[in-house]
């Protein structure tokens, strides 16, 4: 197992890996990976189903270990972590201010809240602009809404990196744009963040930096610089273009219909 270590100083990136590589049993997932996570970062990670993109959130949540290669994090480093709401039970009977409770740092829960619990519960979903809903059932919620509520859960821990799985999977063009403008408002106010997305167009070309993955990184940088047919061709295995939208890339099939999004084997789905 490899060596994960502490920057010396609180400065530098918040998280560094150097050659990183890990493997499920002998098939490599990632392979020699170098990454800086930036203090600023706002980054979209890129690739089709079985990429790697889940593990690398992962490693660098530190739920994973590394085969070999190196992870530095800088000294007290708070992360959260925002599954893919498609994998929640939401027919669980609780509602969205218990929902958010429970993710109270407390190692044994307990069913009442504290005052101070109780208030940083309320300012967390009165930012997210979902205050109105602590009392409604959490299977009453739509995709957007849901959304918000995981956010709320990774803001009690006041996180200096926010770690999203798929955060636009399943919803709908509108839900998406609100995602999109939550999580820029979020790392305007200094909150780092890292996701991974199917999303081209919808997300990535409005990210400052996308990194292409296929178990390696296969390009880095932004989206004008990374998003170009070589580098996508490389990375999903199937042609495409790309051309220039109100000043953004615009990822279209050879049809020339735009890609919404890249699945495994680069099956393409087009709006």
Sequence with gaps: MSPEVQLPVPTGPLVRLRHVQYSYDIDPVLVDIDLNI????????VGPSGS?????LRVLLGVLHPTSGTIERRPGLRFAY???VETINWNF?????????????????????????SRAVGEALGRLGIDDLADRHIR?????????????RALLAEPDLL?????????????????????????????AIVLTTHDLNGIAAHLPTVVC???EILGMGAPRDVLRP??????YGAPMDVLEHAGLPLVVDRRGAPIESIGARGRLRSA
């Design 230 to 235: 070589d580098v996508l061709e490389q990375t």
């Design 213 to 215: 993955l296929n178990r």
């Design 82 to 84: 925002v599954p893919q």
């Design 38 to 45: 930036e203090g600023g970062a706002f980054m979209g990670l």
């Design 93 to 117: 009977p609780v509602t969205v201010r218990e929902a958010v409770l429970m993710a109270r740092p407390q190692r044994r829960w307990r069913p009442g809240a504290t005052t101070e619990e």
């Design 52 to 56: 790697g993109k889940t593990s690398l």
């Design 163 to 191: 770690l999203l799985d798929e955060p636009t999977s399943g919803v709908d063009v509108r839900t998406r744009h609100e995602v999109l403008h939550l999580l820029a408002e979020l790392h305007a106010s200094g909150l």
């Design 140 to 152: 009453q919620l739509s995709g957007g809404q849901q959304q918000r509520v995981f956010l709320a």
